[in-house]
């Protein structure tokens, strides 16, 4: 009898508690969570799996998760090349590429943005509220709408085959971008500061450079993160632009190991791991700042 | 004493810094030197790449500063009498001719006008052949170096330039301006929008009214005309989009894309971030595993899930043929229901994903679903958070439901954040073809294209450039009226311009 009640009681508290969540509630919710979490994450897993595969194995039906003879033959010879077979490692020159192009697309827009997004803040103009609605549609226009022509312009000004060209593309979407990021943070700074400095007698060029730029370099670097994200995985843009072998962004590169289905699936892998992990750690780093970001500038609507 | 305390603290940070890295360079130099022959990055294109780059970067710096100035002297600066207004008024004037000379010559050169032959085309392109010849009188001078004849130019002008500025400013004086600086701050990156976005979206409108193909070599033989602009229009809408599709079929096609990945990005989104908006263990864990998809470089994502989509030896292919063979294995166990497991094995198995169209359909849905669910969550979670708990509580008093409240109090407090994000979300799928592209290239038979791919194969594989400016410029209108509508609706930008 007195068993029952406590059996009872049990199933009671397991399934109605009355204050918060019942234990079975929170239980399904971790599964629940579990199954999502397992579901992203596996797909990044599988890439890890499949760059420790040795080369007589790639080709499996298998799904363990650390495949049998696990070997890091693939990393070595994306790294370093496979002398044996006289074939060079273009790993590292596609990083540079890509870096370079980034790093100098971002310093563009950021430079560019961080002055005129702080007049579109603070100033009304004639031409402001256009410039805005300008800015925003800019958002609206297809990746690769403005492709075509800026393909033909960069012909004729033979910068096809050359990271300049990329990086005239790259900046088409970063520059309108980022304007409208940092109109969004520099909003958000109070204008009182700048109005005691006014009083005190700065100029408006000094407030800009001794209190706006220095409050507002954390967001500086998310904008130029941002942009930098924006152009780090780009594919679509690189591809026509660059044709040369050694000029090729990341992406490039390792689109050729992965075409090659059977030849190179193990280095694909083991080049988007090396790529992916650090990305991934700056990106989760950094997300809560990006989202903000984000929310300021873009969605804001 | 203590001072020198505080001086030894506040260098340490960057002396740690500084062993950091040195210690890493040595790591790395261990670690590279002996298979340094196996790698084909040197230093030698490291530098010719940081030469090129700060190049290209001084030259866009320098043109900013001569804009800056200009536009500085004409805002701040005042002649004070008659004689110095006639020198300087002369001087900005010829400049800003010098540089409408240069901009049209730059139309020239990309051939977005065409200039006749004749005295008048060489007087506008003087600026340009002056350069040039100043070019080679500096070479045949030898006073530098013929690889670097064209720095040396650009700084002599540069010089130039400055000295004329600098007698501007020496016989003008100061005045005040309101809007000046405004238009100072806003003029180097108006200048970049006008290179970048406005003049490639004149050349898009010219391009979609020529019959600009690979047989015209682009823009050099290609004829402009309202005939042809009607001619593209025409096809766009009767023939044939990119090889074999049609307009209406992928429209629609897209249609279903944007609707589809929209309506799973956001239930998905939403039911995660209920999920995690709750006090809970391993909360900040699950959030670190959930944004995966989002953090990780889509290029990479999208191939490796094209690989997971192989007939053999991908993942989903492997799944289903397991649970096929359980199936069937069950049927000859299980003998009183046998038949619904049998047709169970029958149906379910391995697919084609690569060759059946409506499998590679799925199979791009469920990339691009998968890649995009993370970030609606995470704006979710981002609106559910700022939803003040007192409204769950008055409600829970008046003896709401779960439902109840969820209807009634989270929709409408997130709709702030949720329609923007909504919207965003259409737009930025309507447009999001790499996931597509490097997964199923659009194949088979441009089934599982959408617009904007249709468009890029248009221009990059069949180099039909004046076809693929009208596209462009149709897509370009169709969401520009989604955005308007969307706009009216919401009564939407006030908050950003105002």
Known sequence: MKKRNALVRLYRWFFFRARGDSPFKRLLIHLLLIIACAISVYPVLRVVTISLRPNDTLLTTSLRIIPENATLDNYREVIFGAPEKNRKSDFFLWLWNSFSVVMVTSIISVALAAVSAYAFSRFRFKGRSAGLVFLFTTQMIPAGMLLLPLYIMLAKLRMINSSLGLIIAYSVSSVPLTIWMLKGYYDTIPVDLEEAALIDGASRMMTFTRIILPLSSPSLAIAFLFSFMGGWSEYLVARVVLQKNDLFTWPLGIWTYAQQFTVSWGKFAAASVLIAVPVMALFLYSSKWLISGLTLGSVKG | ?????????????????????????????????????????????????????????????????????????????????????????????????????????????????????????????????????????????????????????????????????????????????????????????????????????????????????????????????????????????????????????????????????????????????????????????????????????????????????????????????????FFAGLSTQVAPLSPVFSWLAANIGPVSWKQDPFWAFVSILISNIWLGIPFMAVIILGGLQSISHEYYEAAEMDGASKWQMFRNITLPLLRPVLTPAIILGVIWTFNKFDVIWLITQGGPQEKTDILVSSMYKAAFQFYRYGFTAMFALVIFFILLGFTIVYLRVTGGLKSATE
């Open chain 2, 1 to 325: 004493m203590g001072e020198k305390a505080s001086i030894f603290r506040k260098y340490l940070p960057t002396a740690l810094w500084i062993i950091g890295l040195v210690a890493l360079y040595l790591i790395l130099r261990v670690l590279f030197a002996p298979h340094a022959s196996g790698i084909s990055l040197n230093s030698k294109m490291i530098l010719s790449r940081i030469r090129e780059v700060s190049l290209f970067l001084g030259a866009i710096a320098a043109g900013m500063v001569l804009i800056e100035v200009y536009f500085y002297q004409i805002f701040f600066r005042r002649p004070s009498h008659t004689i110095t207004t006639i020198i300087v008024r002369f001087i900005q004037g010829f400049l800003g001719f010098i540089t409408l000379l240069l901009v049209i010559a730059f139309f020239d050169l990309t051939d977005l006008i065409r200039l006749p032959e004749g005295p008048l085309r060489s007087f506008i392109l003087f600026p340009t052949s002056g350069f040039a010849a100043l070019q080679k009188f500096l070479v045949t001078a030898k006073m530098g170096p013929a690889g670097q004849a064209s720095l040396v130019a650009a700084l002599l002008l540069f010089l130039v330039l400055g000295l004329l500025f600098f007698l501007i400013q020496r016989i003008t004086e100061p005045r005040v301006s309101r809007v000046g600086l405004a238009y100072l701050l806003v003029i180097s990156a108006f200048v970049g929008v006008l290179f970048l976005i406005i003049y490639p979206f004149l050349f898009e409108i010219k391009l979609a009214f020529s019959n600009a193909s690979l047989g015209t070599q682009a823009t050099k033989n290609a004829s402009y005309g309202l005939q042809y602009g009607w001619q593209n229009l025409v096809t766009l809408f009767t023939g044939n989009v990119a090889k074999d599709a049609k307009f209406f079929e992928v429209l629609g096609r897209t249609v279903l894309w944007t609707v589809i990945n929209v309506t799973f990005h956001v239930t998905g989104g939403m039911v995660l971030a209920l999920l995690l908006h709750r006090p809970m263990k391993l909360q900040g864990f699950y959030r670190t595993l959930l944004v995966f998809p989002w953090a990780i470089p889509t290029t990479i994502a999208a191939m490796a899930l094209r690989n997971e989509f192989d007939l053999r030896y991908g993942f989903f292919n492997i799944m289903l043929n397991n649970i096929h063979r």
